[in-house]
């Protein structure tokens, strides 16, 4: 919700996805703020622990095509562990398409990699190779919603 005011205030145009099992979209890209933040509000995070799938891929070529229609400067922000399972597209293609569409990915990366170390890395691997293709940025909150927080209020000082 902070990241779609600060979005309101330099007067883009955005939407808002959801992804799991299944993948939820406010819509085309819109600058009714109101709208965005409604719908984000109303997402609910999925519980079936029996279900693997985890659409991110897919979810990010939706917000890819969505944003290939708009002008001007076009970024991906993206809230994730980085697991996915069941897409149809790869992240090779998936860094294609962007580099096509001239589509920068900002990834903040929610998954606690402390217990493995830095070296070793499982969720998140390929958006942390992705990114830097992309032009845009990777920050590593791991399970710290304070420095999720904090990471939001200085990225908003930067733009």
Known sequence: MELLSEFEKIKAQALV??????????GELVDDWDSLKNFTGSLTVETDKHNE???????????????N????????VVFAEG??????IGWKSL??????????C??????????????VRHYG?????????T????????????KGSLLLWRAAGQR
């Open 53 to 67: 799938t985890v659409l991110l891929y897919d979810a990010m070529k939706r917000a890819f095509e969505k944003l």
């Open 135 to 146: 032009g845009g940025r990777l920050w590593e909150v791991g399970d710290n919603p304070r």
């Open 69 to 76: 229609d708009g002008p001007g400067t076009k970024a991906v």
């Open 17 to 26: 996805m959801s992804y799991g099992t299944e993948i939820h979209s406010s």
């Open 106 to 119: 900002y990834v903040v990366l929610f998954a606690d990699h402390s217990f493995y170390g830095r070296e």
């Open 83 to 88: 697991n996915d399972h069941g897409s149809s």
């Open 125 to 133: 691997y390929r958006l942390v190779e992705l990114v830097p293709k």
């Open 95 to 104: 860094t294609r398409l962007a580099h096509r569409h001239q589509i920068a």
